[in-house]
């Protein structure tokens, strides 16, 4: 089923701020959480520490009537710089890799593209882009090719 989420970036402390959330919503993490040091070996990107590999890649907990926060470390090591109006992505997911292709090309058209639409280690048809007005989009898509 399709959904809508939000995504939140932060600079070093995602657990922290998600154990706040948890009690504030009385919910549970929708799976574990996912750390960095989950991820397979990427060409061409230095090998972790093991504090780096603790870093948390995805958290996800649901909210109220379906809503969905999402969350990662965005560590400056992988490229990223987090300040206050780019830690937050709206994250599409939708049920066909054709919607996905389509919102995609549409949202990034005179914007900037991130991350090329392309399948990840996790499973998921996976892309990112900044729109024209400067709004963040991830899009990931359960299926398959």
């Given at each position: ?14 657990e ?19 750390r ?13 520490t ?23 470390d ?18 599409l997911?939708?049920?066909s ?23 990840m ?25």
């Amino acid at each position: 089923m399709a959904s809508v989420s939000v995504y939140l970036n932060f600079q070093d402390n995602t657990e922290e701020a998600f154990l706040f959330y948890k009690e504030v919503f009385k919910t549970e993490f929708v799976g574990p959480i996912g750390r960095f040091g989950d991820m397979p070996p990427q060409e061409g990107m230095p090998e972790l520490t093991e504090e780096q590999k603790n870093g948390v890649m995805h958290v996800e907990l649901p909210l109220i009537a379906g809503f969905k926060l999402m969350g990662t470390d965005a560590p400056e090591y992988m490229g990223f710089k987090v300040n206050k109006g780019n830690n937050v992505h709206i994250n599409l997911m939708p049920d066909s890799r054709i919607e996905t292709k389509r919102l995609f090309d549409e949202l990034s058209a005179g914007g900037e593209v991130t991350m090329e639409l392309q399948d990840m280690f996790w499973g998921d048809y996976f892309g990112s882009c900044t729109d024209k007005f400067g709004v963040q989009w991830m899009f990931n898509c359960s299926e398959k090719a």
